[in-house]
């Protein structure tokens, strides 16, 4: 007889009625009580039975980051290839990764300044009025550092101005910065009186120059990306930029100073938007009405609501802005490619958009 069933003899009044009133509830974890008065050397008895008769669990499959972005991309680079011989040479696809460093740069921004909750339709219009100002001091002999700088002082300017209507009013930011998208679009057909400005070769360093066999736009874009990715994930600034997204309110009333931040995530923007600018001047060698705008501001906006950045705030992916600007680059040089109307690219880019902010909201619905 172990010594855990003597223990359990002699004090059957009150120890080993206790001891036993469980076992009796579940079987087999009574008799490893008295197994385990032997030191506890067979543990295994007092739960096998349970173990055995338990579900076992299914092994969860390894979650992957974007993995729907990552098949409709691989999808399209599928398609692309059996389509068309000319997608997978190296002057198409560096042609691509120029295109869509301007369009990342304005993405990172708006990725960080969507995550606050906030929202910043003029960039592509800051992005013209940037071109034209550095076009026409360019096109007048000055210095393309000087027009760099004069051109970046402006749209970091430009994107306070947005970030003090917003903070400190209570229009709402889509409607202020859409109404300042407008202004400046405008301004910008005023600056170069409605005309083509060319400025030669004075930036082809930037715009055509490589590295490695890398793009200066693309390490520039990379750079963008990195920087903003760190500053989301590692940073109190960063942090503070989910939390007020998540709520503002309560935020505030934990000691982040909202007001400041909101203005210096708009002056980012336009900072951002301004770079951008003189990245697709020095790509195109000119500025021209039409320039930025829009278009562009749509498609970034697309490129970070399809990488996962809610459109309410406190969600962001640095990681999924860059595959929805990757995808939303590789389908316009297919339609390129196959030589389909480009009005078909912006009805694609607008149907993207779309399904990605239903999703968008489903999605936030269900969590």
Do not use: C
């Amino acid at each position: 007889m172990s010594i855990g069933a003597q223990v359990g003899q002699h004090d059957n009044s009150h120890t080993g009625e206790r001891a036993a009133a469980p076992g009796k509830g579940t079987g087999a974890p009574g008799k490893g009580t008295g197994a385990a008065g032997n030191g506890s050397g067979e543990p295994g008895k007092g739960t096998g039975a349970a173990g055995i008769a338990g579900p076992r669990r299914r092994p969860s499959l390894p979650h992957v980051p974007h993995a729907g972005l990552l098949v409709v991309l691989v999808l399209i680079v599928v398609f692309a290839v059996t389509q068309t011989d000319a997608f997978l040479t190296s002057t198409n696809l560096i042609n691509v990764l120029r295109q869509v460093s301007v369009v990342a740069v304005i993405a990172a921004g708006l990725t960080l300044l969507m995550t606050a909750g906030g929202m910043d339709f003029s960039m592509g219009s800051n992005v013209s009025v940037t071109t034209a100002v550095a076009a026409q001091l360019v096109s007048h002999g000055h210095s393309p550092w000087l027009a760099i700088v004069v051109a970046m002082a402006l749209s970091i300017a430009i994107g306070l101005v947005n970030g003090l209507v917003v903070t400190y009013t209570a229009v709402a930011p889509f409607v202020a910065t859409l109404a300042s998208a407008t202004m400046l679009d405008g301004l910008a057909l005023l600056i170069i009186n409605g005309l083509s400005i060319s400025i030669g070769t004075r930036l082809s360093w930037l715009g055509n120059g490589k590295t490695f066999g890398l793009p200066h736009l693309l390490i520039v874009a990379v750079i963008v990306l990195a920087l903003t990715a760190f500053v989301m994930r590692y940073t109190s600034f960063g942090r503070d930029a989910f939390a007020i997204g998540g709520n503002e309110d309560v935020a505030r009333l934990s000691g982040i100073r909202v007001s400041r931040d909101k203005l210096l995530l708009y002056a980012l923007a336009g900072g951002l938007s301004g770079l951008a600018g003189i990245m697709l001047l020095s790509r195109l060698a000119a500025s021209s009405p039409g320039t930025g705008g829009l278009t562009l501001q749509l498609t970034a906006v697309a490129a970070v609501v399809i990488g996962g950045t809610s459109l309410a705030g406190g969600k962001g992916s640095i990681p999924g802005t860059v595959l929805g600007v990757v995808l939303l680059g590789v389908v316009a040089n297919v339609l390129n490619l196959l030589q389909i109307s480009s009005f078909y690219q912006q009805i694609s880019v607008g149907a993207v958009l779309l399904v990605a902010a239903i999703a968008n909201l489903l999605q936030r619905r269900r969590s």
